[in-house]
């Protein structure tokens, strides 16, 4: 039965790559289009790969991730991120229930076939509402060196398909064309794929690609920009100190925006530096619209930016923006993690704890969310669930554990956290000594870790407005009404 099977996988294969040659040497003509249905939201579903080379999935990976920031620069339509699409690799689903889940009404399906440096990909486009109907679809044969431009081409051809009207940004955008040398190209492609993992192991491999790709090709922006949001991400997690990542964001995000000024991520990167390590909030807004309005889709910059309106208070806008990344990309741990605060920062615990829970069910050691969660669970007094979560993610001693836990068990909460601020004050690796200390209502020494965090310009002094939303007795101290005028951050 074996040899039966591998036979007619052989077979498969065999007329596939026949099939693919014929569409090469242009002795079958593909591309028929279909009347689409009115369509504003498609899901890129990850690409087949018909070349017979497991080693490719990585790169096939990324050039998902690739196609799928290309055409989130369509205003018109909506394209779930990378992340929340690639969760249903291997799914054993249909293409309407993977919709449906998504709330997209229409789907991509791309093959994709390779001879040496030319790609060939099938790309056929899928509605699900009412019924699931292949409506279009297309094969395109390029060399590996002019992938980028293929991108531009597929999206454009889709936003014709499905009848979005492209404005005249969008049409100069993919207009625009380049060759890139193809080493560049397939190391781009891998450091994408390791990036959308956002772990510190998988930066690691992502910096290397994206580093790779510069060696092949200076010139190419986007290699750069991945490079600037390897370091966010890594400054993010803690991995590394501000004062060491931040000249290198710089320098790269610098180089990216120099080479290609319409490129989405590096105004992206901008608002992050000029929000969380410049505090210039009137430059960090503009850099978040701009990013947006050249890639309206990106759900992590558009939760950033929900951040961004948390802490200058406006918060119906906040609240806005969140939901809005929610749809965009509801199963990324990150996003799911950074959607919670503004959630639970404006007392929706419930809407908190849900998607908090949904991303660690996804990534079950997500250190934000896992951190988060801890946060949204004390703000509703379930203290058990708090004290196991702490317990298993501090960082500290078996002994340091013991004594909170005996304070916890025979006085309580607030007996822990006394505790736990008299390990901080010893050396121990306790964090946020001035949340700490709120909790207790010593304002005097939480300003002290307060204006401490400034003098070291912290990148997590920013978000010094969101205390006085649960603490309004905050609003009159002094010290803390200094410090907020010193940041230029609104008080009410």
């Given at each position: 039965i074996t040899k039966i099977r591998l036979l007619g996988v052989g077979v498969l294969v065999l007329l596939t790559l026949i099939f693919a040659s014929l569409i090469f040497l242009d002795i079958i003509k593909v591309g028929t289009p279909l009347k689409a249905n009115i369509?504003?939201?498609?899901?890129?579903?990850?690409f087949d790969n018909f070349t017979g080379d497991e080693d490719l999935e990585d790169l096939f990976s990324g050039m998902q991730s690739m196609l799928i920031s290309d055409m989130q620069r369509l205003s018109n339509l909506r394209i779930p991120c990378w992340t929340s699409s690639n969760a249903y690799k291997d799914a054993n689903m249909t293409v309407t229930q993977i919709a449906s889940n998504l709330d997209t009404k229409a789907a991509i399906e791309m093959g994709i076939f390779s001879f040496g440096d030319s790609i060939?990909?099938?790309?056929?486009?899928?509605?699900?509402?009412p019924e699931e109907k292949q409506i279009w679809d297309k094969v395109y044969k390029v060399a590996k060196s002019e992938i980028y431009n293929l991108n531009n081409q597929v999206t454009k051809d889709i936003a014709e398909e499905v009848k979005v009207k492209l404005t005249p940004q969008e049409e100069n955008l993919l207009a625009e064309s380049r060759i890139v040398d193809p080493e560049a190209m397939d190391a781009y492609a891998m450091g994408q794929h390791f990036l959308e993992q956002a772990s510190n192991e998988s930066l690691e491999k992502a910096s290397e690609f994206f580093n790779i790709a510069i060696k092949n090709d200076s010139s190419w922006a986007a290699p750069y920009a991945g490079v600037a949001l390897v370091w966010v991400f890594k400054q993010q997690l803690t991995?590394?100190?501000?004062?060491?990542?931040?000249?290198?964001?710089?320098?790269?995000f610098e180089?990216?925006?120099?080479?290609?000024?319409?490129s989405a991520n590096s105004h992206y990167v901008n608002a992050l530096i000029a929000v969380w390590t410049d505090w210039d909030w009137e430059k960090g807004e503009k850099e978040f619209l701009r990013?947006?309005?050249?890639?309206?889709?990106?759900?992590l910059c558009r939760v950033y930016y929900a951040h961004f309106l948390m802490i200058m208070k406006r918060k119906e806008e906040a609240i806005k923006q969140a939901n809005m990344t929610l749809k965009l990309d509801p199963m990324r741990p990150l996003v799911l993690a950074l959607y919670s605060t503004v959630m639970r920062v404006y007392s929706d615990y419930e809407s908190a704890i849900t998607q908090l829970e949904k991303a660690l069910s996804i990534e079950p050691e997500h250190p934000l969310a896992k951190n988060s969660l801890r946060v949204a669970y004390r703000h509703t007094g379930n203290y058990e669930k708090w004290f196991e979560l702490w317990k298993n993610g501090v960082r500290l001693d078996q002994e340091s554990i013991a004594s909170v836990e005996k304070a916890f068990r025979e006085q309580g909460y607030m007996a822990a956290v006394e505790e736990m601020i008299k390990i901080g004050e010893n050396g121990g690796r306790i964090g946020g000594l001035s949340g700490l200390y709120i909790q207790l209502e010593n304002y005097e020494k939480a300003m002290d870790y307060f204006e401490q965090a400034y003098e070291e310009h912290s990148p997590g002094m920013p978000y010094l407005s969101i205390f006085n939303i649960k603490k309004e007795d905050l609003s009159d101290n002094a010290r803390y009404i200094e410090l907020m005028k010193k940041m230029n951050l609104p008080l009410e």
């Open positions: 369509i504003d939201s498609i899901v890129i579903l990850p060939g990909m099938q790309c056929k486009l899928i509605s699900t509402v991995s590394v100190p501000p004062s060491v990542a931040t000249p290198i964001i710089k320098e790269n180089k990216a925006l120099a080479l290609d000024p319409n990013s947006l309005d050249l890639n309206p889709n990106d759900a």
